[in-house]
Every structure is written in C-alpha cells, then in structure tokens.
C-alpha cells in the first residue's frame, strides 16, 4: 500500500463510506458503513463495542488491511492508497483537551492554525471563538481553565484545521454534569452553524439524543463487535428490536419548532408533524425556533380515546407500529407512528393485554412529559 495524496473517488459519491474489519487479540469489529456527508453521526454503544477503534481507523491512526474510507468523494483508504492521519483533512478532539501547558489560549489556537493557508481555512478564527464562546480566555493558560473552558479551546482548535471531517471522542466523559450541561449548547452550534461533518462517540444516550443526526450502534457479544443499527436517529431510536428501546431509560426525540406561550401557566406550545406539544417553561422562546425534544419511553402511555379527564396534557393521535417484550416480563413496548414521528411506549403488559393492543391499530399516544434540549 503507497502512502499518497488524496485521491478522488471514482464518480462524486457524497457521504462517508467506511469499511473495516478490525482484529486484535481477543476482540472483531465487522463495519460496513455508509454515513451521511453532514450532520452528527453518533458512534453509540457499550463500552468496549469498538467505537474508539472505529474512531481511530477512520483516522488512520490504526492501519486495518482490506479497509476502505472514502469522505464526500475523496477516498482516505483503499487497497491502493493510504491517506496518512497528518494528510487527512480532519481534526480530532479527545476527551481530554491535549492542549500545550506553556502556550495560552490565543497561542493554542494559533497552533491549529500553523499549518493551514489562509485560502484553505474553511472556519475563520473569530467564527470559531465566537462559536465556543472562548473570546474572554484568549490570554489564559490551559490549567486556569476549568475542564469544560479546555475541551471547548480543543474544539475551537480542531475547527481551525479546516477540517473536512470533525472526529470527537467522548468529549464530554471527563466532565461533571454541570459542565457537561454548559458546554452542550455549544456542540449544538456547531452543529446548526457549520457544515462540517462530525463522527461523535458516546456512550451517553442523552448527549446523541441532543445532538446526532444519525445513529450507528455498536454492540454485539464480548469480544465480536458488530453493528446492530445505522440510521437516522428518530427511527433508530424508536426501534424496539434494539437494545436501547429496551432499557428503563429508553427514549426518542421529536423535532418540534415553538409555536406559542402561554405566559399565565408558562407553559411552551410546540408544532411538530404529529400534532401539538405543551411543555413547561419558565420563559417564552421565539416563535418559529427549532427544538429538540427528549420523550422517554416511560412517559408515554396508550389509550383508546382521548381521555378529557386527565392531567395528562398530551394527547397525540398514533398508530401501533410494532409491540414487543421489554427488559422485565412486567413490562412491554409498543412503538408508534404521530403523523411520521417515531414514538415509543413502554406500559406494562397487562395494559397492553386488557386493551388488546394490535399492530396497525390506532391509538392516542398520552405524554406525561417531555424534556427541551438545545
Ligand atoms: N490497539 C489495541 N490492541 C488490542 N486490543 C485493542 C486495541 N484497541 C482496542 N482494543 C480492544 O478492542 C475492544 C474495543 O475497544 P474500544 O476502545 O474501541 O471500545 P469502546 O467502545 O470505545 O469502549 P469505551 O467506551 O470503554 O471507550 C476492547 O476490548 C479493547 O480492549
């Protein structure tokens, strides 16, 4: 295999196709991928089901015979070329900020820089800065940051590369919530703001859900990693063959745009396709905003008819698409369709028995809850 400049898939596919069989001493990772070009694709899985090593070989950190990688035309691997890491347009945050003790932020910055002529620079430094919001660290030394104000110098200096992919390693793992919860909003910009495409490991399900796109999820056997799903993140959420919808914690997400406020009970009117949303909210937000709700699989219950006489505000009309056996024999899910949203139930199996719940059958999806994200 020659070391080489990039070179140019044949025909302009977009997106990023990714195969690799990975092996070493006791562990496999079978991929055969085709991501979206753009967006947040979570790499999301239990720890050890290979999305570091995934990660890395799509760098080229780790040199796997046979791979292929190819990113929106441009083809990184193949068995005739091997795109080494340094002349790979990407840039990779880990999940500690590597930053340099002896220079300040400014200077950190510039590092990204160094190497990138000015033409080539697809985030201007001061959209980067603005950005993660850094613009008052610029003068201060790494180890004055707090773990959050490090990781977003990381990111800031990552954009400066130019990069054509944005690789992000758990991120976020080596912060508190607290931390976690400010420095989220900023990934979200970065998100809606530049179309870089970012591969995000994670094995927290509330950080993919609040910024992913797509889902690849890795599981698998101990010691043979594999993937068990690829695709956009509301459908693969909802499915209930996966082990995700299994869990007490399960959830999916709605996309919803703020409509109204009700500023007598604070109470946030949502529009999505399935319908209408309340949600509470100390304040208004903007009519017409984008945002992005968490419904966890607990919240939502199933009725026949819209009950008026319930504190349950929301009400949405669905259809079963699919019922299954849950985590514990007490319990069961049931997937549903709101006007093309994917939504997910988990109610106990004798509900799901005294109503005779059927695939197909409509139904009124009941909403204790819903989180705001972003
Ligand atoms: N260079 C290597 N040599 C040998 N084994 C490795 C190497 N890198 C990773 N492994 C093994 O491959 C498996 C997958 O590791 P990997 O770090 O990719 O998982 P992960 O899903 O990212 O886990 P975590 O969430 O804990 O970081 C593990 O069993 C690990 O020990």
Redesign the pocket.
Known sequence: MSEAALAPAQGTAQGIAARFA?A????T?RADLQLPGHGVTALF????????????AIAGL?RHAGGYLAVNGEVWQDARHFVPTHRRPLGYVFQEASLFAHLDVARNLDYGLRRIPAAARRVPRTQAIDLLGIGHLLQRRPDTLSGGERQRVAIARALLTAPQLLLM??PLAALDAQRKAEILPYLARLRAELDIPVLY?S?ALDEVIQLADHLVF?GGEK?A?QVLASGPIGATLARIDLPTAQSASAAVLIEATVQGYDSAYELLRLGFAGGELLAPHPAPLAPGAPLRLQVQARDVSVALAPAPGSSILNRLPATITGISSADTPAHMLVSLDAGGTPLLARITRFSCDQLHLTVGMPVWAQIKAVALLG
């Open positions: 990975i070493y001493p006791g562990f990772l899985g239990a720890s050890g089901s290979g999305k570091t090593s995934l990660l890395r780790e390693d758990e490991v094995h890795l010691g990693g």
